[in-house]
């Protein structure tokens, strides 16, 4: 494995320890986290992406299934997050939601970039309605527009 992965497999460490100092060495000041959720432009609203999941999910937990061994870089691996939902989850619309206390597991992917020793560009990938359903959220029908 190159050091792009030991980068990738340390910022995994941190996260299962949500360690914010050390999750966030891993990214470069100027990176660009990208989820279903929205996207965190910086240190700063990185940082308040990964509270947001520590705060929702207290045992957040990220397992590593799958890493694509014949590419460096941009490092891409599948994950299974898991969590129980023990805090306020704040959806993408900005309301809150009181914890269920259910458990979640997702199927997720990512990929990031890493350029001079930092993570510059992570993606990730996960379908939104799979931790919703989960949590005993739904879909709801739209209102007929008239036409």
Sequence with gaps: ???FW????????????HDLP?????????????TPCGVAEG??????MYQ???????DWHATAWFELGD???????EWTYTGTNAGI???????????????ITVRASCTAF???GKICSHREYYDQLEPYCQLGFGLLEREKIPA
Aim: hydrophobic content about 40%.
């Design 1 to 3: 494995m190159s050091m």
């Design 6 to 17: 030991d980068l990738k497999h340390r910022l995994n460490e941190a996260v299962n320890d």
């Design 22 to 34: 050390l999750v966030l060495d891993c990214y470069s000041k100027d990176a660009v986290y990208v």
């Design 43 to 48: 240190l700063d609203q990185i940082e308040w």
């Design 52 to 58: 947001q999941t520590f705060r929702a999910f207290p």
């Design 71 to 77: 590419c460096d870089n941009p490092v891409i691996t």
């Design 89 to 103: 989850l704040l959806l993408p619309n900005g309301r809150e939601i009181a914890p269920t206390g259910r458990r």
């Design 114 to 116: 890493v350029k001079d």
